[in-house]
């Protein structure tokens, strides 16, 4: 419950008060990543986005100054301010082109409490960077706490979006530290986090249990998929989520209009992902990975090396299981399967690998040239070199996966 | 003597001459421990049972309803957030020691404070120490103008501290916090004859951070040196068994 009544009205003006969920749309990103073409055509899909029914869109200030009329209206969506600036998209390695490459990790708050109710937002947002340094870490603690301090006294959200990243973060210690970081943010002054999901639906409860304020899952960078991203969300809600905030996942849409309708749907509990996906759903087969549940006895591994070698053993398994040493709470396995994503495919220049009618991968030995550039795409990780160095990909066990068939504790289940 | 009426005021509401106090503030540090996960039960459990209890602004802001109202602990609103408490266990182990202020002498006025609590970090440098008491001076000055009193919880934890100079280093921050001007000082428990001496030198309220429940006998030994109160932690909140009757012994010795 909240003390103040200004916080209260401009929170329920985002999150609808029969349920308490919220669908947002991040579109802010050419105020830090690159002018891309969801950037671009911002004006077409935030129109797409207000059709849609999405109940806040996340702008920067000049967005909302520009195209605040979009949301006009009492079925609009509220509207986010963005109120920081950061140059993390462009320190490499992201999905971004490095026009003006950057060394140093820079933040910087951009505006203030009074400038967002100018533009009539319903909250902030800001990021709480947590793994880069101490140093920054106190940094982002100040400005979070400042903007704190002004959200009170205006009576206006602030969100705080915690984000891991640095070189003190790795896949053994992420989720820990999102707990953590979420806890922190609400006990500087966070009204809602938006954060991203932890992996796994048992360590996002724990987050949500803990933080005790309204969580929105984030999307990241675009699926390849729907279907994988809406999931995202699924497991979200399923840990105690009360909504999400996409941005690229939904700005890079085919069809962005589709993408929040879908949201809306899922969030608000109209349709179920296989009601939504029920008339696209072919007959092809694919897998999904469930970490929560794997509790590491790696039958899977056995039984794909046996199925396609002969030989008993893990050590030739298309998939592979990676264990968080026993002692960490909470343990948890995280499983790596292809999820045919197709992202070895696209890597292929010489077009080596293809997918069959059947929705299987296969691979052309005369075209390849042991590049190894489809094992690097691969975000799964699950592609390596036989003797004679031809890529060995998953190849679903010919349409009868051997690892979901054995899997007794359904970590891999069949879509 | 406080010859501010609005900071005494606001001083009597959280001290009596024998007083008990809970700190629920690691959290903006560690994230929630086991006994924070649900601060709102907490809250309910002790708000009648401690005179006061420390909050982080973001906690108070939500839940402000939980403590509002006559005879239940006063809140105390932490200005300021430190990774200092982060150890080897930590998910992110501190490798620089940093503080920050996470609110303002005006900012706990408007969530309602009855006092800001500031942290000042021993032991950790000279440059730090510097910055430490500029950021607590500031602090006094402008809490002056609010009549907000500020108790100053002293914490001599850095590598500079050892067994050897553990007392000194606690009477230092003392002196240090006398002379810059708190209203009251939390300090760790110390020898006997140095808890003595601090509360008969200290002209502010003097009061104990203990890192257990007391037994009823050490308490009341506690408050015949001259201490004002006991502050405890959130490791108090172990037991959900344990606290209320322990809580309750505790409180049978004290004339309310």
Same mark, same amino acid.
Request: net charge negative; proline share 5%.
């Given at each position: 419950?909240?003390?103040?009544?200004?916080?209260?009205?401009?929170?329920?003006?985002?999150?609808?008060?029969?349920?308490?969920?919220?669908?947002?749309?991040?579109?802010?990103?050419?105020?830090?990543?690159?002018?891309?073409?969801?950037?671009?055509?911002?004006?077409?899909?935030?129109?797409?986005?207000?059709?849609?029914?999405?109940?806040?869109?996340?702008?920067?200030?000049?967005?909302?100054?520009?195209?605040?009329?979009?949301?006009?209206?009492?079925?609009?969506?509220?509207?986010?301010?963005? @109120?920081?600036?950061?140059?993390?998209?462009?320190?490499?390695?992201?999905?971004?082109?490095?026009?003006?490459?950057?060394?140093?990790?820079?933040?910087?708050?951009?505006?203030?409490?009074?400038?967002?109710?100018?533009?009539?937002?319903?909250?902030?947002?800001?990021?709480?960077?947590?793994?880069?340094?101490?140093?920054?870490?106190?940094?982002?603690?100040?400005?979070?706490?400042?903007?704190?301090?002004?959200?009170?006294?205006?009576?206006?959200?602030?969100?705080?979006?915690?984000?891991?990243?640095?070189?003190?973060?790795?896949?053994?210690?992420?989720?820990?530290?999102?707990?953590?970081?979420?806890?922190?943010?609400?006990?500087?002054?966070?009204?809602?986090?938006?954060?991203?999901?932890?992996?796994?639906?048992?360590?996002?409860?724990?987050?949500?249990?803990?933080?005790?304020?309204?969580?929105?899952?984030?999307?990241?960078?675009?699926?390849?998929?729907?279907?994988?991203?809406?999931?995202?969300?699924?497991?979200?809600?399923?840990?105690?989520?009360?909504?999400?905030?996409?941005?690229?996942?939904?700005?890079?849409?085919?069809?962005?209009?589709?993408?929040?309708?879908?949201?809306?749907?899922?969030?608000?509990?109209?349709?179920?992902?296989?009601?939504?996906?029920?008339?696209?759903?072919?007959?092809?087969?694919?897998?999904?990975?469930?970490?929560?549940?794997?509790?590491?006895?790696?039958?899977?591994?056995?039984?794909?090396?046996?199925?396609?070698?002969?030989?008993?053993?893990?050590?030739? @398994?298309?998939?592979?299981?990676?264990?968080?040493?026993?002692?960490?709470?909470?343990?948890?396995?995280?499983?790596?399967?292809?999820?045919?994503?197709?992202?070895?495919?696209?890597?292929?220049?010489?077009?080596?690998?293809?997918?069959?009618?059947?929705?299987?991968?296969?691979?052309?030995?005369?075209?390849?040239?042991?590049?190894?550039?489809?094992?690097?795409?691969?975000?799964?990780?699950?592609?390596?070199?036989?003797?004679?160095?031809?890529?060995?990909?998953?190849?679903?066990?010919?349409?009868?996966?051997?690892?979901?068939?054995?899997?007794?504790?359904?970590?891999?289940?069949?879509? | 003597?406080?010859?501010?009426?609005?900071?005494?005021?606001?001083?009597?509401?959280?001290?009596?001459?024998?007083?008990?106090?809970?700190?629920?503030?690691?959290?903006?540090?560690?994230?929630?421990?086991?006994?924070?996960?649900?601060?709102?039960?907490?809250?309910?459990?002790?708000?009648?049972?401690?005179?006061?209890?420390?909050?982080? #602004?973001?906690?108070?802001?939500?839940?402000?309803?939980?403590?509002?109202?006559?005879?239940?602990?006063?809140?105390?609103?932490?200005?300021?957030?430190?990774?200092?408490?982060?150890?080897?266990?930590?998910?992110? #182990?501190?490798?620089?020691?940093?503080?920050?202020?996470?609110?303002?002498?005006?900012?706990?006025?408007?969530?309602?404070?009855?006092?800001?609590?500031?942290?000042?970090?021993?032991?950790?440098?000279?440059?730090?120490?510097?910055?430490?008491?500029?950021?607590?001076?500031?602090?006094?000055?402008?809490?002056?103008?609010?009549?907000?009193?500020?108790?100053?919880?002293?914490?001599?934890?850095?590598?500079?501290?050892?067994?050897?100079?553990?007392?000194?280093?606690?009477?230092?921050?003392?002196?240090?916090?006398?002379?810059?001007?708190?209203?009251?000082?939390?300090? #760790?428990?110390?020898?006997?004859?140095?808890?003595?001496?601090?509360?008969?030198?200290?002209?502010? #309220?003097?009061?104990?951070?203990?890192?257990?429940?007391?037994?009823?006998?050490?308490?009341?030994?506690?408050?015949?040196?001259?201490?004002?109160?006991?502050?405890?932690?959130?490791?108090?909140?172990?037991?959900?068994?344990?606290?209320?009757?322990?809580?309750?012994?505790?409180?049978?010795?004290?004339?309310?």
């Amino acid at each position: 419950m909240y003390s103040s009544p200004g916080k209260t009205a401009r929170l329920n003006r985002l999150f609808n008060p029969k349920d308490g969920k919220a669908v947002c749309v991040a579109a802010d990103h050419g105020w830090m990543s690159d002018p891309t073409e969801n950037v671009i055509q911002l004006k077409r899909i935030l129109e797409q986005v207000v059709a849609g029914g999405a109940d806040g869109v996340l702008m920067s200030f000049g967005t909302a100054l520009r195209l605040g009329y979009l949301f006009q209206g009492k079925d609009k969506p509220a509207i986010l301010i963005r @109120a920081d600036w950061m140059n993390l998209p462009r320190l490499g390695g992201a999905n971004v082109s490095n026009v003006l490459p950057v060394i140093k990790f820079r933040k910087m708050a951009t505006s203030r409490a009074k400038d967002a109710l100018q533009m009539g937002a319903s909250a902030i947002t800001i990021y709480y960077f947590i793994g880069y340094s101490d140093e920054f870490e106190a940094i982002n603690i100040e400005q979070a706490a400042i903007f704190a301090q002004e959200c009170r006294k205006v009576g206006l959200p602030l969100i705080i979006e915690p984000m891991a990243v640095g070189g003190m973060v790795t896949g053994v210690n992420i989720a820990e530290i999102l707990i953590a970081s979420a806890r922190i943010a609400v006990e500087i002054g966070a009204d809602a986090l938006k954060i991203p999901y932890t992996g796994d639906v048992m360590t996002f409860k724990q987050l949500v249990d803990q933080a005790k304020v309204p969580v929105l899952v984030l999307g990241g960078a675009k699926s390849d998929v729907p279907r994988d991203a809406l999931e995202l969300v699924d497991e979200a809600l399923r840990a105690g989520a009360s909504g999400t905030v996409f941005g690229r996942n939904v700005t890079k849409a085919k069809d962005p209009k589709k993408m929040v309708e879908d949201l809306v749907a899922l969030v608000h509990g109209f349709k179920t992902i296989d009601e939504i996906f029920e008339p696209q759903r072919d007959k092809k087969i694919r897998l999904r990975a469930v970490s929560q549940n794997c509790v590491g006895c790696l039958i899977c591994e056995t039984v794909c090396t046996q199925w396609h070698h002969q030989i008993f053993g893990t050590a030739r @398994a298309r998939l592979w299981i990676e264990s968080k040493p026993v002692e960490q709470m909470p343990p948890l396995n995280k499983v790596h399967i292809c999820t045919l994503c197709e992202a070895c495919i696209r890597a292929c220049e010489p077009g080596a690998l293809s997918l069959t009618d059947r929705g299987i991968i296969q691979l052309n030995k005369q075209l390849c040239t042991h590049c190894g550039a489809c094992a690097e795409a691969c975000p799964s990780e699950v592609i390596w070199f036989d003797e004679e160095n031809y890529p060995v990909i998953c190849d679903l066990c010919g349409g009868n996966p051997q690892c979901a068939r054995w899997c007794k504790y359904d970590a891999i289940v069949i879509k | 003597m406080q010859t501010n009426i609005g900071k005494s005021i606001r001083i009597n509401d959280i001290l009596d001459s024998k007083s008990f106090l809970l700190d629920t503030t690691i959290a903006s540090c560690l994230g929630a421990t086991p006994q924070l996960e649900d601060l709102k039960s907490v809250l309910q459990t002790s708000v009648r049972i401690f005179d006061g209890i420390i909050l982080n #602004p973001g906690q108070m802001e939500h839940l402000a309803l939980e403590v509002a109202g006559k005879n239940r602990a006063a809140p105390l609103i932490r200005v300021d957030w430190t990774n200092a408490y982060r150890d080897q266990d930590f998910c992110l #182990p501190v490798q620089q020691v940093q503080r920050v202020e996470i609110s303002s002498a005006e900012d706990v006025m408007i969530l309602g404070g009855s006092a800001a609590v500031a942290t000042l970090l021993m032991g950790f440098g000279d440059e730090f120490e510097a910055e430490n008491i500029r950021s607590i001076s500031r602090l006094l000055r402008d809490a002056y103008e609010l009549s907000l009193p500020v108790f100053v919880d002293i914490r001599p934890i850095g590598s500079g501290v050892s067994t050897f100079n553990f007392e000194d280093v606690i009477k230092l921050g003392v002196s240090f916090m006398m002379e810059a001007g708190a209203d009251a000082l939390i300090i #760790p428990d110390g020898a006997q004859e140095t808890l003595k001496l601090i509360a008969n030198w200290a002209t502010v #309220p003097v009061i104990i951070r203990s890192e257990r429940l007391l037994k009823q006998d050490e308490a009341m030994a506690i408050f015949e040196l001259g201490v004002k109160g006991i502050l405890f932690n959130e490791k108090i909140l172990e037991d959900p068994k344990g606290l209320i009757p322990s809580l309750k012994t505790m409180e049978s010795v004290l004339p309310k």
